[in-house]
């Protein structure tokens, strides 16, 4: 049973041809990759692409530009395998991700989602531990050794305190991802509207902590560029409402709570306030200050 391996592409070429070399060269022969260039301008990656010679792989070019959403639902709809994942276009795999899903898979069969372990890596490659990302790990992730399966209101809870899931990194199971959509208007927190939809639908979330693949983050980054000026955190105050209503219809009142608290969001945006006073950004630092201490 291949892993379907899907990557929207836009974005730097020379990111996305490590990204598709580690698909390359996986330990584990089992996979099939598709490419979704979503009208990224140049011919390199097309000439890249046209170079492998390789029956698993699949190269797809739109002929317009549809944005991250779209293509995200392309990459589903193209999925055939019972397990697929969403690839960051400048995200890399280490050489055991294939066995590590696979096997988490066949022991955990009914798991719609599974969170491998993930190193964070910069702009040049190199492994760092950002404040973000040990906050993440070490605070709010569920703690436990070895492979944890979780579901219900606990994890929509957990969820709701923090998002320490590493979105590129996810599998997922087909048939489940299906059964839910991306929801227009959350550009940023997207990835997880999807996850607490399938959450909140009883999906089951399979943590397995074999480190096997390296997350890129950008200093530069569209999102961390919008928590700067503090326009980001409007779209999740949105969110956090729907999510809290969605706790409410299933009585998950401490999911609710959680959600109306966005504790962590709030911290997040209380550290970015100096950086915001510093740049003298009047208007980044009252909606960084809206964000912390509103409702």
């Not at 950002?130 to 209101?153: C, F, N, S, W």
């Not at 983050?217 to 999740?236: I, M, P, Q």
């Not at 105050?237 to 401490?254: I, M, P």
């Not at 709570?257 to 980044?284: C, E, F, I, Q, Y």
Request: with cysteine.
């Amino acid at each position: 049973m291949p892993l379907d391996i899907l990557i929207p592409y836009w974005g730097d070429p020379g990111y996305m041809k490590e990204t598709v070399n580690s698909v390359l060269a996986q330990n584990n022969g089992d996979w099939l990759l598709t490419v979704v260039d979503d009208a990224y301008p140049g011919t390199e990656i097309s000439d890249f692409m046209a170079g492998i010679q390789d029956p698993r792989v699949k190269y797809i070019r739109k002929d317009q530009n549809a944005g991250i959403t779209e293509n995200y639902r392309t990459c589903v709809s193209l999925a055939t395998q019972e397990m697929m994942v969403i690839l960051g276009c400048d995200d890399v795999l280490l050489p055991n991700y294939v066995d590590v899903i696979l096997s988490a898979h066949a022991s955990f069969p009914d798991a719609a989602l599974i969170q491998p372990g993930v190193e964070v890596i910069d702009e040049n490659g190199q492994a760092v531990a950002t404040l973000v990302d040990v906050v993440k790990q070490r605070i709010i992730k569920p703690r436990g050794g070895g492979r944890q399966l979780m579901a219900g209101e606990a994890i929509a809870t957990n969820l709701m305190h923090g998002d320490w899931l590493y979105w590129p990194s996810l599998a997922f199971r087909t048939d489940k991802i299906r059964k839910v959509d991306f929801r227009d208007g959350f550009p940023i927190i997207q990835d997880l509207a999807l996850i607490m939809d399938m959450i909140y639908n009883g999906d089951q979330l399979l943590i397995d902590p074999e480190l096997c693949f390296q997350y890129r983050r950008h200093s530069n980054s569209a999102s961390s560029t919008k928590l700067v000026d503090g326009s980001r955190f409007a779209g999740e105050r949105e969110y956090f409402e729907v999510s809290a209503a969605q706790a409410d219809e299933l009585g998950w009142t401490k999911a609710a709570r959680s959600a109306r608290l966005r504790l962590t969001s709030r911290a997040h945006a209380a550290a970015l306030l100096p950086k915001a006073a510093v740049s003298r950004n009047n208007a980044a630092v009252k909606a960084l200050v809206r964000h912390t201490f509103g409702k």
